[in-house]
């Protein structure tokens, strides 16, 4: 009787593991794959990274490890599945950078067009930074190069555990200046880099100039004519820089 019951306690065990993975297969599958595909995409056709790079500075940890990608050159696309599951598709547009497919079909969206701003007709090099490319070559008297130094070191290698961060990119302003910039072996200043949370704060920065100047009132509802047509319309510049929205 005893010999039963722990059996059968064994096989509600293993049915509800099985019951779990399949749960958490099913929700962050596509997750981890859009992510791969996407990332990759931008990485590949915006700065120009070498896809096999990509999988080992990028991807090596669980559980994106387990994505498999796949860079078409031709139609500047990139797939990701995870064990033949779970497959999504990012598509390269120039001057739009990598999107990932999701709510409208490929064709859809390889057909939207947008006005894009000009680029600037001034060489970049011939302004000083940050409007252009030009660099003053001498660094402010109160810099201590010593301690500047040695932040740039801390920031790619950590000293404690003895192996490095994964730093891509450090730049230090100081009075609007440039008085600091290192890369990693394979990233240089001229390549466009994935900016994650740091694009948040910018944006934030932008928009709260445009409020300043009276030209954008956050409270106003958000004119995006796709949202118009349900409870979106509702959703006010405020409600969008102060959260996140699905």
Request: glycine fraction near 6%.
């Amino acid at each position: 009787m005893l010999k039963k019951l722990i059996r059968r306690g064994l096989n509600f065990l293993l049915i509800l593991f099985l019951l779990t993975f399949l749960l958490y297969c099913w929700t962050y599958f596509p997750i981890i794959s859009g992510y791969a595909a996407q990332a990759t995409c931008s990485a590949v056709f915006v700065s120009g990274r070498n896809p096999n790079d990509i999988k080992k500075q990028d991807f090596y940890r669980f559980p994106f490890c387990l994505a498999s990608v796949e860079v078409n050159i031709h139609d500047s696309s990139v797939s990701a599945s995870i064990f033949c599951l779970a497959g999504r598709k990012a598509i390269y547009r120039q001057e739009l950078g990598a999107t990932l497919i999701n709510g409208i079909t490929e064709g859809q969206l390889r057909s939207q067009r947008f006005a894009l701003a000009a680029p600037p007709e001034a060489l970049q090099d011939t302004l000083p930074w940050p409007r252009g490319e030009r660099l003053t070559g001498t660094l402010p008297v109160d810099i201590d190069t010593a301690k500047l130094k040695a932040a740039e070191d801390a920031a790619f290698f950590d000293s404690a555990r003895n192996e490095e961060w994964g730093t891509r990119a450090f730049v230090v302003v100081y009075k609007g200046q440039i008085v600091a910039e290192k890369y990693a072996a394979g990233f240089t200043s001229q390549m466009p880099l994935l900016g994650w949370s740091m694009t948040k704060s910018v944006m934030n920065a932008l928009t709260g100039i445009l409020v300043k100047q009276k030209r954008l009132n956050i409270c106003d509802p958000v004119a995006v004519p796709e949202w118009q047509k349900d409870e979106r319309r509702n959703i006010t510049g405020f409600l969008m820089i102060s959260c996140s929205i699905k």
